[in-house]
């Protein structure tokens, strides 16, 4: 079943993975069948053990194999036209993030296959799914939202194939990454409309310690402290008053949700009595309540970008921009 010859110009692990390729297409391996050792084709072959397990890489990383301790190694799909694996770890899923992944899927090739998965924020959920799938993808890309020593489970991944994704933490630095600077973000909007803003009497932020990223909460107070805005952080609105003369600033569409059911329940009117900048920008935005103001990057421009760079293997740090859409709510 395994053909190696000398002096053709084809390397010999790529022998290696044709036969077995050619073995599955012909029907002699099926999903579920063995698949020869390392050491019987390294020993039938004269080969090194290296350029075996090279080749076994190869189809593993592709997931064509898979091996199974003390048992050896077996054939896990027969979609041999799959080139590269790729694992996608998100947060979680919402409008905005479902842009920025279908706008990396139809900016790669056809041939790769790309497996999401979630931790919703569970920093032992993030761990497990890492360490679960070492050594079976071509590439990782992690988002490792404000979970904190994150570098400790990413460093068990190759390094040449890790990709981190929207936040950049300090100890991840080593890294090439697409990334929002939510410091600057929060500071730099809010600075081109602070003239406009001057008319409320305090800005609150909805925020959550669990969730939101902690550059955000820190572009928030800087901004509030160099021009003197009185404001307000609270972690939720389902269980606060909405009060006249606030601007808030919610990073959530729950909360935006929660803001304008209260606002029209206690008889409030936007831009007269209260405010709203929420973050995201999507369609319904655009239209309810007349249409509210968003702090947005271009998740479209993050995940056709983050494809390229995976198709050039290019190592770099692209900060993705933010930018204000001013609308009816502020």
């Known amino acids: ?191 081109s409309v602070k003239d406009q803003i001057k008319k409320y009497e305090k800005l609150v932020l909805v925020y959550s310690e669990d969730k939101q990223p902690h550059g955000m909460k820190t572009g928030f107070l800087r901004f509030c402290q160099e021009h003197n805005f009185s404001f307000d952080i609270i972690d939720n609105v389902k269980h606060n008053v909405v009060e006249k003369g606030n601007l808030y600033i919610t990073p959530e569409d729950k909360s935006l949700l929660w803001i304008i059911k209260k606002m029209k329940k206690q008889g409030l009117i936007m831009i007269q009595d209260i405010g709203i900048i929420s973050y995201n920008d999507t369609l319904l935005k655009e239209i309810i309540a007349d249409g509210i103001t968003t702090i947005s990057t271009d998740f479209d421009k993050m995940g056709h970008r983050l494809a390229d760079m995976i198709k050039n293997k290019e190592h770099l740090k692209i900060e993705n921009p933010n930018h204000l859409i001013i609308r009816n709510s502020i």
Do not use: W
């Not at 044709?18 to 020993?43: C, F, M, R, T, Y």
């Not at 981190?164 to 090439?176: M, S, V």
């Open 1 to 191: 079943m395994i053909e190696v010859k000398k002096n053709i110009g084809i390397p010999k692990y790529k022998q290696i993975i044709n036969s077995i390729e050619d073995a599955i297409i012909s029907g002699v391996l099926k999903k579920g069948s063995q698949i020869p050792s390392i050491n019987h084709i390294k020993k039938n072959h004269n080969l090194s053990r290296d350029t075996v397990l090279m080749a076994f890489n190869e189809l593993k990383n592709r997931g064509i194999i898979k091996s199974i301790v003390g048992k050896g190694y077996f054939v896990e799909s027969e979609n041999i036209q799959v080139q590269q694996k790729i694992f996608l770890l998100f947060d979680e899923l919402n409008a905005f993030k479902e842009d920025l992944y279908n706008s990396f899927l139809n900016n790669l090739d056809s041939n790769i296959q790309v497996d999401i998965f979630f931790h919703h924020f569970n920093h032992q959920t993030f761990e497990k799914l890492i360490n679960e799938h070492v050594g079976e993808y071509n590439y990782y890309i992690i988002m490792p939202a404000n979970l904190k020593n994150t570098a400790t489970t990413i460093n068990n991944l190759p390094s040449d194939k890790v990709y981190i994704l929207d936040q950049l933490h300090d100890d991840l630095q080593d890294y090439p990454a697409i990334y929002q600077n939510f410091n600057k973000s929060i500071f730099n909007n809010l600075n």
